[in-house]
């Protein structure tokens, strides 16, 4: 169930949150003037509060005193007043072993873990801070936030394309007529092929990259293409011994430009 435990300053480098940064750098400030107690996490009208659990360490056993709304109505129930060995999940058993190794050394672990949902398992980053109080630890405070998966597959999916993608913010003048566009991400793909890097100056514009995209005609289309609402458009031309074909997406305020050869397939398969 857990995947990629962090402990001490690897917490700061492996960290997805920035708020997961931010706890564990108060916790290190704090733990080494030794004036570090709960409410130095609780404060009232934190951000973070709403996600935040607390647990009372009674002898071998932990005990829920806080859970902050966000993260009730994320698991879907009020864990308030029981001890975790009442809850008889995966989850519960697995977390309960990493809750005994923080008591035990009285140091910050951040971990990666799925829960349970009614389809598929949600995905968390979760740091777990010890309280001491009278040289023991006597209570841990958790803090966990949802991972966003859809970022890091979307990002993969991105950089590892063998087509081409740019994706660029339109200029407009002031007839409202799309006339170029600023790159704003570009794969390695295209970056390769248009040689980004002989450009000097950022942002990047489109036109800059050469005649597919140096021609008023295109920029009139996609104008058109927005305006009565169609998402995508078809360029053909050439680049050079190799023609290519060049989709255009429209994506809210952004253009998705998605360029391959014509002998390749339009669509990925997965066989």
Same mark, same amino acid.
């Given at each position: %169930?857990?995947?990629?435990?962090?402990?001490?300053?690897?917490?700061?480098?492996?960290?997805?949150?920035?708020?997961?940064?931010?706890?564990? &750098?108060?916790?290190?400030?704090?733990?080494?003037?030794?004036?570090?107690?709960?409410?130095?996490?609780? $404060?009232?009208?934190?951000? #973070?509060?709403? /996600? =935040?659990?607390?647990?009372?360490?009674?002898?071998?056993?932990?005990?829920?005193?806080?859970?902050?709304?966000?993260?009730?109505? !994320?698991?879907?129930?009020?864990?308030?007043?029981?001890?975790?060995? $009442?809850?008889?999940?995966?989850?519960?058993?697995?977390?309960?072993?990493?809750?005994?190794?923080?008591?035990?050394?009285?140091?910050?672990?951040?971990?990666?873990?799925?829960?349970?949902?009614?389809?598929?398992?949600?995905?968390?980053?979760?740091?777990? @801070?010890?309280?001491?109080?009278?040289?023991?630890?006597? %209570?841990?405070?958790?803090?966990?936030?949802?991972?966003?998966?859809? +970022?890091?597959?979307?990002?993969?999916?991105?950089?590892?394309?063998? #087509?081409?993608?740019?994706? !660029?913010?339109? &200029?407009? +003048?002031?007839?409202? $007529?799309?006339?170029?566009?600023?790159?704003?991400?570009? +794969?390695?793909? !295209?970056? #390769?092929?248009?040689?980004?890097?002989?450009?000097?100056?950022?942002?990047? !514009?489109? /036109?800059?990259?050469?005649?597919?995209?140096?021609?008023?005609?295109?920029?009139? &289309?996609?104008?058109?293409?927005?305006?009565?609402? #169609?998402?995508?458009?078809?360029?053909?031309?050439?680049?050079?011994?190799?023609?290519?074909? =060049?989709?255009?997406?429209?994506?809210?305020?952004?253009?998705?430009? /998605? @360029?391959?050869?014509?002998?390749?397939?339009?669509?990925? +398969?997965?066989?």
């Amino acid at each position: %169930m857990l995947n990629r435990v962090s402990y001490g300053d690897d917490i700061l480098k492996d960290a997805k949150s920035s708020t997961v940064k931010a706890l564990f &750098i108060r916790w290190k400030t704090l733990a080494q003037l030794k004036n570090l107690t709960l409410s130095d996490f609780l $404060e009232a009208g934190s951000k #973070h509060l709403e /996600r =935040c659990v607390v647990l009372l360490i009674l002898g071998d056993d932990y005990s829920f005193v806080y859970q902050g709304a966000e993260y009730r109505e !994320a698991i879907g129930a009020d864990i308030g007043g029981k001890f975790i060995s $009442e809850i008889d999940t995966r989850v519960a058993r697995d977390m309960r072993k990493v809750y005994d190794q923080v008591r035990e050394t009285g140091m910050p672990v951040r971990l990666i873990f799925a829960s349970e949902s009614a389809t598929f398992a949600i995905g968390w980053e979760r740091l777990i @801070i010890p309280i001491v109080i009278g040289g023991e630890v006597r %209570m841990l405070l958790t803090y966990s936030e949802p991972l966003n998966t859809a +970022n890091d597959v979307h990002r993969y999916l991105f950089d590892s394309s063998p #087509h081409m993608l740019i994706v !660029a913010l339109p &200029i407009s +003048n002031y007839e409202n $007529e799309i006339v170029d566009a600023d790159i704003i991400s570009i +794969n390695p793909a !295209a970056v #390769h092929f248009f040689r980004t890097e002989r450009f000097s100056e950022r942002p990047i !514009a489109l /036109r800059g990259l050469g005649p597919w995209f140096d021609q008023d005609a295109i920029w009139r &289309i996609l104008t058109g293409a927005t305006e009565t609402g #169609h998402r995508e458009h078809v360029l053909d031309g050439d680049g050079g011994e190799r023609g290519y074909r =060049c989709i255009v997406v429209k994506l809210d305020y952004l253009l998705l430009f /998605r @360029i391959f050869p014509l002998d390749a397939p339009e669509r990925f +398969n997965v066989d």
